[in-house]
């Protein structure tokens, strides 16, 4: 597709539910990104893959987080049992490869609201 | 321990006001920095990458430099539409490590 894609763009749910964010990359991308941004803070690194691999996933905050990718292609970021600290946006990225030189591209977010 | 630190919080500036947004860092080897433009309820929207201290890159009316520990985005006359929050982001290894950003107001 033409940019980095992501839905939910908005989910509220209630404490205790899991939830799935989905992630559609820029085509032909092969690394992919997740990062957190809470209100009014920096965006929180949370694990990247390259193709279908996970090489750093040190930035899930517990194991209540997880995330995968199939096809080299859509990821999925699961939060299982959400708190109300998990409220925040989720932002996925992408980027031909994950070295330097290559520009990384953001999605619009998806905003999660945990009730 | 890899670490951006962006100055100020926050910025105020008049229509054609111009100003400098700041952006420090300590990193084991630059490999990239990076200058992101983020509007209200959207996605961070890549503006430059610097790798050398000493490169400067431009855009309108954006000029982004480097030095070995610090990075400046040069606002020259903004205008209203300026306004929004510039994230800096140093390469880490395989992802970026990000500021808390500069939220920048420009008003009419």
């Known amino acids: 597709g033409a940019g980095v894609s992501q839905s939910p763009s908005n989910k509220v749910t209630e404490k205790g539910k899991d939830v799935e964010l989905r992630c559609d990359p820029i085509?032909?991308?092969?690394?992919l990104y997740w990062y957190r941004q809470s209100l009014g803070q920096g965006l929180e690194f949370l694990i990247y893959?390259?193709?279908?691999?996970?090489?750093?996933k040190s930035g899930l905050p517990s194991d209540r987080f997880s995330a995968e990718r199939t096809g080299g292609s859509v990821s999925t970021l699961t939060i299982q049992r959400t708190q109300q600290e998990d409220s925040a946006v989720y932002l996925c990225?992408?980027?031909?490869?994950?070295?330097?030189?290559?520009?990384?591209?953001f999605g619009e977010g998806s905003w999660l609201t945990v009730v | 321990e890899d670490q951006v630190t962006q100055s100020p919080e926050a910025l105020r500036l008049q229509e054609g006001e111009s100003s400098s947004l700041n952006c420090s860092y300590t990193?084991?080897?630059?490999?990239?920095l990076f200058w992101y433009r983020q509007d209200p309820g959207k996605g961070p929207e890549f503006l430059f990458t610097?790798?050398?201290a000493g490169e400067e890159k431009e855009k309108e009316r954006l000029k982004a430099t480097l030095t070995k520990k610090e990075s400046f985005l040069h606002i020259t006359a903004p205008k209203p539409e300026d306004s929004a929050t510039y994230l800096c982001?140093?390469?880490?290894?395989?992802?970026?490590?990000f500021g808390t950003g500069t939220r920048l107001q420009v008003f009419p």
């Open positions: 990225a992408s980027s031909f490869i994950a070295e330097p030189g290559n520009t990384i591209y």
């Open positions: 085509s032909g991308h092969t690394a």
């Open positions: 893959f390259q193709g279908n691999s996970a090489p750093d």
């Open positions: 990193v084991s080897g630059l490999r990239g």
């Open positions: 610097l790798y050398s």
């Open positions: 982001a140093v390469y880490n290894t395989d992802k970026l490590i």
